[in-house]
């Protein structure tokens, strides 16, 4: 199972762009790389998926370099309602549909 | 959209009651998670469950149990319950065809306090 390494906490100001960086180094070929955003008080909820390059939707982008050890998501000008716990999951939707949350980066947006 | 709901978002019990944490999803999903969330730990699975009556493991299952007699409803039970058991409970479901194969749907959780 691929390990994923994100950091533990980011800062940010209003208007300006996040990327957050997941490091799997052992991801497999037929894994996914998915991240979930998790708001206090609620459960977390899928934001973006992809498999290598890059892929965007009306949430964030998510970038994947040709090796895919690596993978970044970015959220453009962020806002204070983008304070969330973020999480880095690789899959590769053959285990009974279970996942493997870490612990994922808090990202504070500030004023 | 997927709804999956919670009996209780605030439930308060004592040690050695039986506790029961009730989770329902209107999609249809064959699979249904249980986990439990503690600051610094993020989220632990405790149980899951692939079709009616089927359970397997997490990593924390010591404890609980669980129970699935029917595909939309999937029960987390604590046995007697014990104050290290206070946590936020998170139930979640997914499906295992089409486009949104494997995206959890998560309920908005039973934060359980143990007395």
Same mark, same amino acid.
């Given at each position: 199972?691929?390990?994923?390494?994100?950091?533990?906490?980011?800062?940010?100001?209003?208007?300006?762009?996040?990327?957050?960086?997941?490091?799997?180094?052992?991801?497999? /070929?037929?894994? +996914?790389?998915?991240?979930?955003?998790?708001?206090?008080?609620? !459960?977390?909820?899928f934001i973006i998926q992809g498999y290598k390059t890059k892929v965007t939707n009306e949430v964030a982008s998510l970038f994947i370099p040709a090796d895919r050890k690596s993978s970044t998501?970015?959220?453009?000008?962020?806002?204070?309602?983008? /304070?969330?716990? +973020?999480?880095?999951?690789?899959?590769?939707?053959?285990?009974? !549909?279970?996942?493997?949350?870490?612990?994922?980066t808090q990202l504070t947006v500030w004023p | 959209d997927v709804k999956v709901t919670q009996s209780s978002r605030y439930l308060v019990k004592r040690t050695g009651e039986k506790v029961f944490l009730e989770c329902v999803q209107d999609m249809d999903h064959e699979n249904m998670f249980w986990y439990r969330q503690d600051p610094g730990l993020g989220l632990r699975l405790i149980y899951f469950s692939y079709d009616v009556k089927m359970k397997e493991k997490g990593d924390i299952p010591e404890g609980y149990s669980v129970s699935r007699e029917k595909k939309e409803r999937f029960s987390l039970i604590l046995e007697s319950a014990s104050t290290n058991q206070t946590s936020m409970y998170l139930c979640a479901s997914s499906t295992t065809t089409g486009l949104a194969r494997d995206t959890q749907y998560f309920g908005p959780g039973t934060r359980l306090t143990v007395l």
């Open positions: 199972l691929a390990k994923t390494t994100q950091p533990i906490s980011m800062d940010s100001y209003e208007g300006q762009e996040v990327n957050i960086t997941c490091s799997h180094n052992n991801i497999a /070929t037929n894994d +996914y790389i998915t991240w979930y955003q998790q708001f206090p008080s609620q !459960g977390p909820r998501l970015s959220l453009p000008r962020v806002s204070l309602s983008d /304070t969330a716990v +973020y999480y880095c999951l690789v899959d590769r939707g053959s285990t009974l !549909g279970r996942l493997y949350f870490g612990r994922g | -």
